[in-house]
């Protein structure tokens, strides 16, 4: 072989290797775009490597949904927020949902409810017992005398199949066998997490089950608009628009009234701090130990939806509108919060510190015939949506 066609031979060798390298780099290029808005850019102590495990033989991760300025961190055990940015009046990127640092502190953490999907029942039930179809059934009582969101190891105890299908998507399913938890009927329930545009979170719930059952889902975000570990939440300013609400008894179980709010500390048809009157001399603050109470919607609605509230961070300027398919909405006030919890910012869960507007029927449903119904029959679907709207003022 003559040292010209050697030549020629090395030459072709070198381009297709060339050719071969750009080609990768183009694949792997392509991948990056496609995977970069799926991937954290804000500032965080978040590590996906202190999420990734696996529960009862169920792989945990953490997931990143983005959509323009709006991101939002999740994991799929107990299908829960770990935190949600937006900017504040200033531009600053704003952590406003408390969250933990790893998945084990959520296992092992004294509060279970942050940011979780809760069912198969949010909220309270008397006793844990009601019936369906005149059959009694019972739910070990987990808060006192009475069962709360879901029992001893609601949804939020679980781990849920996740799929990621695009940037802003995250959708959740999980199954509850029949009989979990004292509940009736095998459960397929499935929550779909989408950041809709640059401005809103939107979940939507569904569920089916192959025997009459009682079913009220919801999420458990805490929210503070000044940013996690920011202090209390006592100068935002909120507004529900409910002119009534469900009192309770010193279990915080409905009395089945629905009252007026009118003239009482629980009159946030207009503006006010959450502040203002949350240590006043009423009875119901009392035994909630600040506000822990369902509201009742209906008389202020847009785009076929609820308009329940709307809440302005005092120091950020964000502002958040919740809109819902949902009759009620429970603002709580963090009450009970007691300085147990590492946040992923560093600070603990103290006293008020963040607030929650759980969207849901009422409270004790099954069990007060007047409420609306929370049952499910075999062949209906359970479907309902709830929408977090973010901007400035």
């Known amino acids: 072989m003559n040292i010209s066609k050697k030549y020629s031979i090395g030459l072709l060798a070198v381009v297709m290797l060339l050719a071969s390298c750009n080609e990768t780099t183009k694949k792997e290029k392509m991948k990056e775009e496609n995977t970069a ?105 987990n808060n006192n005398a009475n069962a709360l969101h879901g029992g001893e190891n609601g949804f939020q105890d679980k781990v849920w199949e996740a799929n990621q299908s695009n940037d802003y998507t995250l959708v959740l399913q999980y199954t509850s066998p029949d009989g979990e938890e004292g509940f009736p009927g095998e459960l397929d329930a499935k929550v779909t997490y989408s950041l809709i545009d640059e401005h809103t979170l939107k979940i939507d719930y569904e569920a089916t089950t192959d025997k009459t059952t009682v079913v009220n889902l919801t999420n458990h975000a805490y929210f503070n608009l000044n940013g996690e570990g920011s202090g209390t939440i006592l100068d935002h300013k909120m507004q529900i628009f409910a002119e009534e609400f469900t009192p309770v008894d010193e279990g915080l179980i409905p009395t089945g009234e629905l009252r007026k709010v009118e003239g009482t500390p629980f009159d946030f048809t207009g503006p ?122």
């Open 37 to 141: 808005a799926s991937e954290k850019t804000v500032e965080t102590s978040l590590n996906e490597a202190d999420f990734d495990t696996e529960i009862d033989g169920k792989p945990v991760k953490l997931y990143w949904l983005k959509n323009g300025d709006l991101q939002m961190a999740m994991t799929n055990y107990g299908g829960r927020i770990v935190g949600l940015w937006t900017p504040d009046k200033n531009g600053k990127m704003t952590d406003v949902i408390i969250g933990r640092r790893s998945t084990m502190a959520y296992v092992d953490g004294p509060e279970s409810y942050f940011g979780a999907t809760i069912g198969r029942v949010g909220n309270r039930i008397a006793k844990g017992k009601f019936k369906v179809e005149g059959k009694e059934y019972s739910v070990k009582p």
């Open 272 to 393: 006010h701090t959450i502040g203002e009157r949350i240590d006043a001399n009423n009875e119901q603050l009392k035994f909630g130990g600040g506000y822990d109470h369902n509201f009742v919607l209906g008389s202020q609605r847009s785009d076929g939806m609820n308009q329940a509230a709307k809440v302005v961070g005092d120091k950020s300027g964000i502002l958040m509108q919740v809109y819902t398919e949902e009759p009620g909405v429970q603002f709580y006030t963090g009450n009970f919060m007691a300085s147990k919890n590492a946040l992923k910012s560093g600070a603990k869960d103290d006293k008020r510190t963040a607030f929650c507007l759980e969207t849901q029927h009422f409270p004790d449903a099954p069990n007060h015939p007047d409420f609306p119904s929370i049952e499910l029959k075999p062949g209906d679907t359970y479907h309902t949506v709830t929408e977090y709207r973010f901007s400035t003022e």
